[in-house]
Structure formats: C-alpha cells, structure tokens
C-alpha cells in the first residue's frame, strides 16, 4: 500500500506530546547568558547620546553595540537598509540600540532600564496614504479597463481596509548562538528558513558558508512571523556570543515579540468592477496600497502575490491593477500565512457581494458565472491549463453546507420578530498560488536530496522546516511512496546547514507541490539505483543494508540530489510582469453561519464549511488540520484581532489585549477536499498553508451583510463596527 | 519574564494580624492571593524590588459557610470553590455565573475573590452580581475588623478605600428573596478567557399587578467602578414595565455610567450595550 | 530558601528564592523544560501543570507559595517509546502540530478526564478555554480529548 494518502503518524509528535522535544529556550547550553535588547521608543529621529547609569553593577553583563560587528551593520534581505543595530538615524519605535548579556535573563532585561537614550524626535510618517516613499508598485493591464466600465452595465466602487494581523504563534521568536574554536558559528534558532539565516549572518560577521552552521530548533509555529525575523534576532545573539565568549539565548518575552516583529501588512483597497446585466465580469479596476513599515524586508514580494492575487478567482476580459507598498515609520510588516493575498482577496470577494447586491443577485450565482475554469486567463496572461478546481471547490461547499437552505432559514429567522439574533451566511472562494511568484523559483534554484545511508537508512535531507504542518512526515510519505517501502524505513534529518542541501525557504505554500517533487525525484534516482544494483527496491531493513553495502562502497552514504528546474512551457518575464505567475493554484470555497447578537452585536460563528482543491491529498489529517487552523486564525483575522497603534508602536502587545480566537470561539468546521491533480505536483499534490487564510474574512464580511444588510468593508468585524454601522455609534 | 527574583522579598505570615503588621510596615508591600493579577504585573517588570506578602498560609479565609439565608465566603476562596459551592449555585446563581467567566480554568483554579475585590479592576467579572446581592465586604486590620458595603470599598480605577495593612478576610452575602426575574451577562473581548467590555447583572421583582417592585441592576467596565443604575432603578419602581417606561430606563443609563475609549472597546459602544443589557432584561418575558 | 516540593511523584529539595516562579523552578533547577512559557500572562496556558491535581498557570505562582505541594508536569505521562492513552490519543488525532501549546494543553485535558469530564464537545471547549492554541483550531485538540474521555469511561471497573 503506498504511503501517501494515508494519515502516518506524526514523525516529531512522540517528543512534542511527552515534552522532550527541545524548542530553543529548552535547549542545553551550559553556561550560557541570555541576551536582551534595549529598543528605541520613538518611531522617527535621531539617537543624540546613550548613557549609562554608573550605579549600575555593568561588569556582570556583557553589552554588545554596533561597532561591534565585524562585517556590514544590515540585516540582508531583498535590500540591505535595516540595522542590526540602529547608529543614529531612528525609523520605528521598536528598533534594536544596543544588546545585554547577563547570566540571569531578569538581570539582563533590568540592565536595559540603567541605559538612558536621548533622541532628536522628527515627525514621523504613520498614515501610509500620506507616505511618499514608495518601496515597490506593480502594474497590470489586460484587455481595456476604461472601455471595459463604459460598456458595463452596473458599475459598483468600493473601499476595503485590512488591519495588522499578529501572528501569535505560542513560541515567541528565540534563537541561541556560540562560536566554535575555529572561528566559525553555530545558531540554534526558532526558525523556518535556515539558509536565510546563514546569508544574513555571512554578511554581518563576515563569514564564508562553511563558517555559518544553522540549525532549526524544534519550532512552536511560525505562519511567517519566522520567515525572516530570525535573520535579526540569530545575529543579535551571535553578536553577544561572540563579545561574551559564551553561548547566549535570546528570547523574546511576548511583549517585545509583539511589540518588535512583523505583523501582516495593513492595506486600502480600492475597487471599480463593470459587469454586464447578466452578471458577467467586463472590468476590474483596483487600487492596492500596503504599508510596508520602516523597512523593505519581503514587502516588495508580499505586494507581488498581493497583486497576483487581487482579481479574485476570476476571469475578467478587462483588468487593471495598479499597486505600492509604501514607507512608515512602524515596525516592518512582513511574511504572514497568504502574503498580501487575504488583504486582496478580501477586497475582491467583498466586491463581488457588493455586485451581486447591486444586480439583484445571489452571491452565489454571481461566482458561478464567473469563476476561473480551465483555458481561462489570468489579468497577467496566464493560461490555467491544468488542475483548475474552483468551480467544484465551490459546488462542494455549497452542497456541503446546504447554502441555499441555510440562507433562506436564516433569512426567515429574521424576519421572526422578537428574535434575539441577527443571522447569516456567507461564501466565498480563492485561488492561492503554489509557490515562489513568477521566476522566483528560478533564482531559488532548490535542491533536495535522498540518500542511502551506509548503515541502510533512507533519508530525505531538505531545508525545508517543521514547524507543524507536518513537514517531515510528508516528506517521509513522499520518499516511500517514490521508493515503495514502508513510510517507517525513512527518515527525515532535521533542518541543519551543515547537513543538509538548501531547499528553499519554508514558506509560499511551496513546500508540498516544489520541495515534494524534489524529494520524490532524488527518491527516483535512488530507486533506479537500488533497481541497478539488486534488480528491485529491498522492502525489509536487512534487504536495504544489503543493497547499502554494494551501493555506498565504502562511502558514508549515497545521496541523490534532485535540483529545481523550471517546468517546461511554464514562463514568467519579471520586466513585463507578465506570464506564469504560479505553476499551479490551489482553491478553496468557504461558507460560513453565523450569528449576531442584538443585545450585544456580538458575533458567534454557528458552522463553517471549506470544500478545497489542494491537489493530491498526501496526508488527509495533516491537510485538514492544516484547512482548519488556517480557517480559524482568518476567523480571529475577521472578527477579533486588532493590533492597536498609537505613536507607532503597537499598544496592546499581549495577549490579553490583543484577542485571538479560543475553543470557544471556534465553530465546528466541515472540511471536504476536492482534488483536480497537478501533474507535475508530487503525486499530484499542491500547495495548502496559506489557502485556509484567505477564504474567511470575506465569508464572514458576507454573512455579516447577509444578516443586517449592512457592507462593513473592514476587518475586524467586531461589535462595536457592528454597533456603529447599525447606529451611526462610533 | 522581567520579574527578579533575587531582589524580591516573599514573606509568608501565619496569622491575619502578622499579615498585617507586614502590609502596615513594608512600604510598597502588596498582598499575594492567587496571583492571577499580581504576577501578570511582576512577570511584565511592574513591580520589581516589592516585597510580596504570601496570605496563602491562612487557611481559614479560603472557607465558605452558610448560615441561614447568609453566606460569608472567605477572601481567599478561589472562582472554583465559589463555583462548586452547592449554595452559591442555588441561592447566588448571578456569582456562580460570573465567577465561570472569569479566564480559564486555571485562573478559576488560582484566582480569590478577595484578591479580585482588592485589586479594583473596572472590568471585574464578580462585582456587578455583588453588587446587586448587596453584599458587604469584611476588613480586618489584625486587630479591629468592620463591615463596608460592597460598593464602598472602590474608590477608583484599582484604588480600594482599605487602609494601608487593612485587608478583605470575607464577603458577607444575603441571598435575596427569590426575584421574578436575573441575569448575569459578560461581554468580553472573546467567548473565553476575556476582559468584559461591559459586564450586567441584574434583579428584578414584580407585583402582582405587573409594576415593579424593585429593580436593582448593575454594571462593570462603564465606569471606574461597578455601578448600581440607581436612576433607571428609581424610575422604573412601580411602575409597568411598557415600552415607553424600559426606554426611558434605558435613556436613564447614561445617568450613572461613564464609559471610555480604550485598547478594548469604545465608549459609544459600551453605552450602547448598557442601554440594551438593561432593556432587554426588563422587556424579557417571563 | 529551601522548600520541599513533589514533582511528578518524588520529593525534590530545591534551594532558590521563593519569588521564583513555579515555571522557572520547574525548566531551570528541575530540568524539566516540558513545560513551556507562551505568554508569562496567565493568558495561554502553555504552563499549565497540576497543582495538588488542579490545572493551574506556573508562571502566575512563585514557588514560595506552593512549598510542600504536589505538581504533575507532561513528563510525568508517558515517554516517546510508551505514550500515556491521553497522548497516544492525540497523536492520533492529530491534536498536536508545533506541539508548544501541547504540553500545557495535555495536562488541562488530563485534569479534566480524571475529574470525569464527558466527551461532550461543548463541555471539552470549556475545560480547554484556558489554553491557546494558533496551529490546530481546535477541532482536532477537542477529538482527541473527547477520545480520552470515551475510552476512560469504557474501561472495565477494577
């Protein structure tokens, strides 16, 4: 029976459930200090002097600054403008000063209060629609916008504003450092992009690849909010490890991971949609602006998906897109489960309720008439040749849910008088790109590999990083199904530079459909091999210690490496911005129920329902676990989580204050899968991370409409939104 | 975690009166029940270089005993004591509720209700159902103890009028006579583990002809403090409870609540749901 | 200060100062890192252990408190090779993904299903309201319980 399909136990859950997997700060490191760090607290100016309480006892703490580090002073991303350490010129209120190292990590963080900083303030930029400093636009056009809305029927405009989301994964962003005797460093870190890590940390010590070991702590969730982030705080503790000639841990305390890490970009929206009385689709004219914060990190790519993605999953013969990410003086938004795609997506499936409201149509009937199928093409040029399950994506859910019947329930509810409640329900749907965008891929250029070990393991090595998706597990399943053994005879090394090939970062939904094929690649290669040698794949261990013997001569082990290479017929041209954007799209419909309080406005979700086009499904409890958390931190997007900012720093950075979504919040949730296979996916699979992310908000903003009858363009849909549309209360 | 241990003092009396003398003499000192709110403020540097005194060493304040239709709950007996105590559920059903809202259950597990007295938050789940019970608030200072009604012993945003080394030792209650009608309402940031945006518990007692007896409702997080609606509750006494008269209570709401904006909530909101806790708790049917 | 505690059934002797929190006690002088700190707020749950078999937050408690108590940690259900029912119930499920909340997640569902708990939907939210968790929504966390739940009331009587 092959492996993939079937639900494997979970490769890391053994350790995680007794406790003895070893997250970052769980990690032995005899001697080591604990490193804090002193931040600035006004979002734009200049640094005038540092002092230091001479009271203080500052010869137990090791302090590190900026002259401290031996090669450049930035954090190396698309761009090199942010500081390790800020010098002078001051752009957000959470930016690093200086480092502390102490034995005791109360000590260390009491240290900080004995530094006084004295700063020439500026006025800040805190409103991006007032910012002038642009980081990146985009620009498409397909077909004829103009003559496209003069020949509409119906035209509907509509402004959209998304919030910042906090990730608020349970472990907050850590890392630990300690330099070898030989010059080079090793950092242990809560991470999901080892490589990443190890091109920040050359950079800023000076380093060559070899000297520079990354090494993927167990890892307490991620969603982004460790895609680039560790870059910063592995040097911060490298920095100290290196001045304190100990190892150093660095861990946030949830106030300062809030307070200082990236959240998931704000933006405004706008739309013009043109659509022909029988509903079809004939312009979409849409307006994209995201605030990007004080630095570049992966803004430029966020917008990028963002853009690709601001169509909705839709056909239209007339588009124009015209987006920018821009400068404030706020902590640097980056990487979040989507990528700038929930924002887009939010807008443009709002919009088309707001359409079918004003042709007098079902929501519903508005999608099916327009919704991408196969030969249809995307705002860029893409032709969807393959895989295209959207249609059937949707008509599961909608089946699944019995729509139509619970719309008209609730609708009758309504009308009941006396009703305590308000009801609703919404849907909506999303494609999601699997993948890096257009040639990213290209410039990636990941590698993955499979060995047979001298001892007669089978191992997958990849960079790619568990932090609960089931990464390795996967990955195991993919191997053995390509080898035809049984998922117990792989393994899977955990993510270490120094051990394993650089497959790419963990991140864009790319690591089932692009890092799988790889695995199942090199897998091939091992199989011919072992085909080769003892004319069939050995399915017991003794079998394989054999075929070890003949195929490793001598060797530790024989390992095949597979390397990405661009599909045939699939193109991109990043001058035009045109072309291919993703292999592949994975689609998701949504319906949701939910009720409001008339006494409170209080929203309760009653039931949802995500039917999803993910490909093959490779591990249906990993995939579903997958649907359903992603499902509820857009549930927690849609109608709880509000990062309030004042000053540009985030107010309400704990977890008391900022509001994510409890059992008790969350509604059962009914997940079906629908696979139209990829041909070129890794038995067919797909990409599903951040799918889930993108289909709730506008489910909701639609159920919400459903009730009151009232557009709230906004997320969170919390209840003092619900009152103030209803009342005209603020 | 910001809290230094190294230069913290945790001093563990075994008597009120020790207890005390402790709290009279350390400036700074501050009193340790459950925890559930003093250790939030130390575990984010709030209160580093404070000496703590331990009040968990006197047993016989975490007791609950009933006599007749009275109750005296000791101020430290936890949410879930209260919870689990078979009186408070029959005859203080509006308590044992509230107390259920309050965190998790590991906050239930830790937290007093002596502790969440004196710690005088605006937003404290326990009060408006004290409020209406017109409980009383036992004080002992180790050597004299007095008697302060519940809504006396607030005097601001977490500002109690307890004398330095004076503490809660029990809250007295009187069941009430069995009322026409109660409500206890929390509404909080989330469905679980919240702080109230605004937090309701109300009483209400008909004649026979439909007027009302008496009314007593309150309210949590509109104000500093917990608030008794003593306008609406004026007004609407003898009087039959028609639309006009619940609109004109409601109106009245405004009278005795002052709500802010915060990271939280917004003031037109919670005005807004105060208004309509107390109407729809007064047009309910029986 | 020295104070005597019991941590998963044996007495341990520990010398630090009492306004060490419970949590710090357990990962630094005991070893036992099962246990982790998600929030430092009472907010997440992730330090949930037992104390004298209640679920409570060791970051909220200084060890000075609770000297002479009895505390149950995740070390003390099963080991990787010998899961606890509880753990193999999860794995099953798939309760766990980045696995930080559940350690603290386990012990409330630990308090609850000796207490008894139903493997009631509604009643398991409830019991489980006090711990975060941004992997999962939930839904497999409240399976995997609810499983525990059956399989201990299934059991024969001794």
């Not at chain 1, 530079?497 to 094929?517: H, W």
């Not at chain 1, 999803?612 to 676990?625: C, K, N, R, S």
């Not at chain 1, 509000?642 to 107010?651: F, L, P, R, T």
């Not at chain 2, 501050?30 to 580093?48: F, R």
Request: aromatic share 6%; proline share 6%; charged share 20%.
């Amino acid at each position: 029976m092959t492996a993939v399909g079937r639900n494997a136990r979970r490769r890391e859950g053994p350790e995680k459930l007794c406790g003895v997997a070893h997250y970052v700060d769980d990690t032995p490191l005899p001697g080591c200090l604990h490193g804090a760090t002193l931040r600035t607290t006004i979002p734009r100016g200049r640094i005038v002097r540092i002092a230091f309480d001479p009271a203080f006892p500052w010869q137990e703490c090791v302090i590190a600054r900026a002259e401290d580090i031996a090669g450049l002073n930035r954090v190396a991303l698309i761009e090199a403008d942010q500081p390790l350490l800020v010098e002078r010129e001051v752009r957000h209120a959470a930016e690093p000063i200086l480092l502390v190292a102490h034995p005791s990590r109360a000590r260390a963080l009491a240290a900080l209060e004995h530094v006084q900083v004295e700063y020439e303030e500026e006025q800040p930029v805190l409103d991006p629609e007032k910012s002038e400093v642009v980081f990146k636009r985009f620009d498409v056009a397909r077909g004829d916008v103009a003559r496209g809305l003069s020949e509409a029927d119906v035209i509907v405009e509509g402004t959209f504003r998304l919030p910042h989301q906090e990730h608020a994964y349970i472990e907050t962003n850590g890392a630990a450092a300690f330099w070898e005797a030989d010059g080079s460093l090793v950092v242990i870190g809560s991470l999901q992009c080892p490589y990443y890590v190890q091109k920040a940390l050359k950079g800023i010590f000076g380093l060559t690849e070899r000297q520079v070991r990354v090494i993927q702590a167990a890892t307490g969730g991620g969603f982004g909010g460790k895609e680039e982030y560790p870059n910063m705080i592995c040097a911060h503790a490298a920095l100290l490890a290196r001045k304190a000639g100990r190892p150093v841990k660095v861990v946030y305390d949830r106030q300062e991971d809030m307070l200082a890490t990236t959240k998931r970009h704000p933006a405004v929206i706008r739309h013009r949609t043109g659509v022909a009385r029988d509903g079809r689709l004939v312009a979409q004219d849409i307006d994209v602006l995201m605030d990007g914060g004080a630095y570049v990190t992966l803004s430029p790519v966020v917008l990028s998906r963002g853009t690709l993605h601001a169509t909705g999953p839709y056909a239209c013969p007339n588009v124009r897109i015209q987006s920018r990410v821009v400068a404030t003086n706020t902590p640097p938004n980056g990487a979040f489960r989507g990528f700038g795609a929930p924002q887009t997506l939010f807008a443009a499936e709002l919009q088309m309720d707001r359409v079918a409201a004003a042709l007098g149509v079902d929501p519903l009937e508005l999608r099916r008439r327009n919704v991408l199928g196969p030969g249809a093409t995307l705002a860029v040029g893409q032709v969807l040749r393959e895989s295209v399950g959207a249609a059937k994506a949707l008509e599961a859910c909608v089946k699944r849910s019995r729509y139509a019947a619970r719309r008209r329930a609730c609708s009758a509810w309504n009308r009941r008088a006396g009703a305590p409640s308000w009801r609703g329900v919404g849907l909506s749907i999303a494609h999601h790109g699997a993948g890096f965008t257009g040639s990213g891929e290209v410039y990636l250029a990941s590698r993955a590999a499979v060995s047979l070990t001298r001892h007669g393991e089978v191992r997958v090595l990849a960079a790619s990083t568990e932090f609960g998706q089931g990464t390795t597990t996967m990955f195991a399943q993919i191997a053995a199904a390509s080898l035809g053994l049984p998922v117990e005879l792989v393994s899977v090394a955990t993510p270490d530079t120094s051990q394993v090939p650089n497959s790419g970062p963990t991140v864009a939904s790319r690591t089932t459909m692009i890092v799988g094929r790889l695995v199942r690649q090199a897998a091939l290669d091992l199989k011919a091999a072992l085909v080769e040698a003892a004319g069939a794949v050995p399915a017991t261990r003794a079998g394989l210690l054999a075929a070890a013997r003949a195929l490793c001569e001598g060797e530790p082990e024989r390992r095949f490496e597979a390397r990405y290479e661009k599909p045939e017929g699939v193109a991109w041209d990043d001058a035009t911005y045109t072309g291919d954007a993703y292999e592949a799209y994975s689609y998701a419909a949504m319906a949701v129920e939910l009720e409001i309080d008339r006494t409170t406005y209080e929203v309760r979700v009653r039931h949802a329902t995500v039917a999803a086009d993910i490909g093959t499904v490779i591990h249906p409890l990993f995939a579903e676990g997958q649907v359903i958390g992603g499902v509820v931190q857009g549930l927690g997007y849609a109608l709880l989580e509000s990062a309030v900012y004042e000053g540009g720093a985030m107010k309400n950075p704990r977890l008391t204050d900022y509001v994510i979504p409890t059992s008790l919040d969350t509604p059962r949730i009914d997940v079906v899968f629908v696979p139209a296979p990829y041909s070129r996916g890794p038995f067919g699979a797909k990409g599903v991370g951040e799918l889930p992310m993108d289909v709730p908000g506008p489910a909701v903003a639609a159920a919400v409409h459903h009730a009151l009858g009232v557009f709230i363009p906004e997320l969170p849909i919390t209840p003092e939104r619900i009152a103030a549309a209803l009342h005209g209360a603020a | 975690m910001r809290g230094d241990a190294l230069a913290a003092r945790l001093l563990r009396p075994r008597s009120a009166a020790e207890a005390c003398r402790l709290l009279a003499r350390t400036p700074g000192a501050i009193a340790l029940a459950g925890g559930t709110d003093a250790m939030v403020a130390w575990n984010a540097g709030g209160l580093a270089g404070r000496t703590f005194v331990d009040l968990s060493r006197l047993r016989p304040w975490t007791r609950i005993r009933a006599n007749r239709a009275e109750l005296t709950i000791g101020a430290l007996a936890t949410h879930a004591a209260i919870i689990d105590d078979p009186f408070v559920r029959r005859r203080l059903p509006l308590l044992a509720a509230a107390c259920a809202t309050v965190g998790g259950v590991q906050i239930q597990n830790r937290g007093t209700l002596g502790g969440n007295i004196a710690n005088a938050s605006p937003a404290g789940d326990t009060f408006p159902p004290l409020a209406v019970y017109e409980a009383a608030v036992v004080a002992t200072n180790g050597t004299a103890r007095r008697e302060i009604p519940f809504l006396d012993v607030f005097a601001g945003v977490k500002r109690t009028t307890l004398a330095p080394g004076e503490l809660i030792e029990a809250v007295r209650v009187k069941a009430p006579r069995r009322p026409g009608r109660q409500m206890f309402r929390k509404v909080g940031t989330r469905a679980a583990q919240a702080i109230s945006k605004a937090v309701a518990a109300g009483l209400l007692w008909l004649r026979r002809d439909g007027t009302v007896e008496e009314l007593r409702f309150a309210l949590g997080s509109v104000a500093p403090t917990v608030r008794r609606l003593r306008a609406a509750e004026a007004y609407v006494r003898g009087r039959r409870l028609t639309p006009e008269v619940v609109g004109e209570a409601a109106r009245l709401v405004a009278e005795d609540v002052s709500p802010i904006d915060d990271v939280r909530s917004t003031a037109a909101y919670r005005l807004a749901v105060s208004r309509n806790l107390l109407s729809s708790f007064l047009s309910a049917r029986p | 200060m020295r104070l005597a505690l019991t941590v998963n059934g044996q007495r341990r002797s520990i010398a630090c100062p009492p306004m060490k929190r419970l949590i710090d006690v357990l990962r630094e002088d005991l070893g036992l890192t099962g246990t982790k700190e998600g929030c430092g707020e009472g907010e997440c749950g992730a330090c949930t252990v037992l104390l004298d078999g209640a679920a409570v937050n060791a970051c909220l408690i200084p060890v000075g408190q609770v000297g002479g108590g009895r505390v149950e940690t995740v070390e003390s259900l099963g080991r990787p090779g010998r899961l606890a029912p509880l753990q193999e119930a999860f794995l099953e499920n798939g309760a766990a993904q980045c696995g930080i909340c559940t350690p603290g997640m386990l012990m409330a569902a630990a308090a609850y299903v000796r207490a008894g708990g139903r493997a009631s939907d509604a009643a398991i939210r409830t019991a489980l309201a006090g711990n975060l968790c941004r992997c999962t929504g939930y839904a497999h966390i409240v399976r995997a319980v609810a499983r525990a739940a059956r399989s201990r009331r299934v059991r024969p009587p001794r």
